[in-house]
Every structure is written in C-alpha cells, then in structure tokens.
C-alpha cells in the first residue's frame, strides 16, 4: 500500500488539516467569518522583532547594545586567521569582504602603528566597552 499524508494523524485528518489551509494558501485574509475559528491567528501589523528590545535613547543599556552589535559584525567580517593584524590588514579584509561603509570608516579611526590580537582590542580602541 501506498503511504500519503501524516501516519500519526491518519489521511481523514490530513484532508481536513489540507481543506483548513486551502483558503489561507490562496488568499492573503482569514478563511473564516470568526477570528477565534482561524486554525492560526492573523496577525493585526508586521512588527520587526528582530531589532531586539527597544531601549530609551542615551540609555547606558542602549549603548552597551550598539557596542556589542558593532563587535559582533566586526567579528562576522573577519577572519580568525586574521589576527593579530594591523589597521592596514584589518581595511584590506573588510575591502575584500565587501563589509558596510560604517564598520570600514570605524577601522580607518584606528592607530596605524598598532597590533590588535582580536576584536576585543579593536573595540577598546575605539572607545567601545568591552564584552561582558
């Protein structure tokens, strides 16, 4: 015998499940007149939550926060094997990896006569705090 559909609910329930999400699938509203019916709930507006929390602007929190964010992408744009590297290596990489305009002109403000280890002392360079 063929297998179709989910074992664990049985192909009567897969119907239902498939009759259910038809409307959802090929319209963009709700599938039924009451709200508290809909299998999922619609959502009322699109929130970005990926932001993270919000903060109060000047907060020590929100800047604790642009701090790791900053050091979190100078992380994801170079290489481990990078370091310890001067200012001019560090330019070089970020060229290469076609990193924003923000992190490159962060880097250009850094000593050229300097060897940084690892991201940390890039941070403390520019006056950000260091990881908790």
Same mark, same amino acid.
């Given at each position: 015998? !063929? !297998? $179709? &559909? @989910? /074992?664990?609910? &049985?192909?009567?329930?897969?119907?239902?499940?498939?009759?259910? %999400? !038809? &409307?959802?699938? $090929?319209?963009?509203?709700p599938t039924r007149s009451e709200e508290w019916r809909e299998?999922?709930? =619609?959502?009322?507006?699109?929130?970005d939550l990926t932001? &993270? #929390? =919000?903060l109060p602007p000047g907060s020590a929190a929100e800047?604790? *926060? *642009?701090?790791?964010a900053f050091r979190s992408d100078l992380a994801r744009h170079l290489r481990p094997s990078e370091f310890p590297a001067e200012r001019g290596t560090l330019l070089a990489t970020?060229?290469? =990896?076609?990193?924003?305009?923000? %992190?490159? /002109?962060s880097v250009r $403000?850094? #000593?050229d006569?300097?060897?940084?280890? @690892?991201v940390q002392e890039i941070a403390a360079a520019l006056g950000r705090r260091p990881a908790a």
């Open positions: 015998m !063929q !297998q $179709r &559909g @989910n /074992d664990r609910l &049985g192909p009567r329930r897969d119907d239902e499940m498939k009759h259910e %999400l !038809q &409307g959802m699938l $090929r319209g963009d509203g299998p999922e709930p =619609v959502p009322e507006e699109d929130l932001a &993270g #929390p =919000v800047e604790e *926060a *642009a701090d790791e970020l060229d290469e =990896v076609s990193a924003p305009d923000d %992190l490159v /002109d $403000r850094l #000593p006569d300097r060897r940084f280890a @690892n």
